[in-house]
Nanobody, 125 residues
Framework: QVQLVESGGGLVQAGGSLRLSCAAS?????????LGWFRRAPGKEREFVAG????????YYADSVKGRFTISRDNAKNTVYLQMNSLKPEDTAVYYC?????????????????WGQGTQVTVSS
C-alpha cells in the first residue's frame, strides 16, 4: 500500500522558514516519474506549488513561490522536501505532497496518482 506522509508544518512568523518533508512507502521511490507539492488555502482550490522530476534534473515552481521555496528529493531516503524561506501570511495553507507514476511535472491535480494527508502551515503577520 502506497503511503505519502508529510511532516514539518507549523506556525511561523512572516519572514521565517520551514522545511516540509514527505516520506513515501509502499513503492520504490525512484519509480515515481515526478513529485509535487500543492497547497490549499481556506476557501480556495488546491494549487500547484513546486515539482521535481525523477532524477531531480528539473524543478518547477509557481510564480508566487519562485525564489523563496526549493524542492528537492532524496531517493535513498524515499523523501521529498520543500524548503520554504521568507514566508508570507498568504503562504498559509495545508500543504500536500503528490506522486506521479508516469509523466513529467504538471500543475494539474488530476494527473497525480498518490497524495499525502497534508500538513498545516500557518504564517502570522
Amino acid at each position: 500500500q502506497v503511503q505519502l506522509v508529510e511532516s514539518g508544518g507549523g506556525l511561523v512568523q512572516a519572514g521565517g522558514s520551514l522545511r516540509l518533508s514527505c516520506a513515501a512507502s509502499g513503492r520504490t521511490f525512484s519509480s515515481y516519474a515526478s513529485l509535487g507539492w500543492f497547497r490549499r488555502a481556506p476557501g480556495k482550490e488546491r494549487e500547484f506549488v513546486a515539482g521535481i522530476t525523477r532524477s531531480a534534473s528539473s524543478t518547477y515552481y509557481a510564480d508566487s513561490v519562485k525564489g523563496r521555496f526549493t524542492i528537492s528529493r532524496d531517493n535513498a531516503k524515499n523523501t521529498v522536501y520543500l524548503q520554504m524561506n521568507s514566508l508570507k501570511p498568504e503562504d498559509t495553507a495545508v500543504y500536500y505532497c503528490a506522486a506521479r507514476i508516469f509523466g513529467g511535472v504538471t500543475s494539474s491535480v488530476d494527473e497525480y496518482n498518490y497524495w499525502g494527508q497534508g500538513t498545516q502551515v500557518t504564517v502570522s503577520s
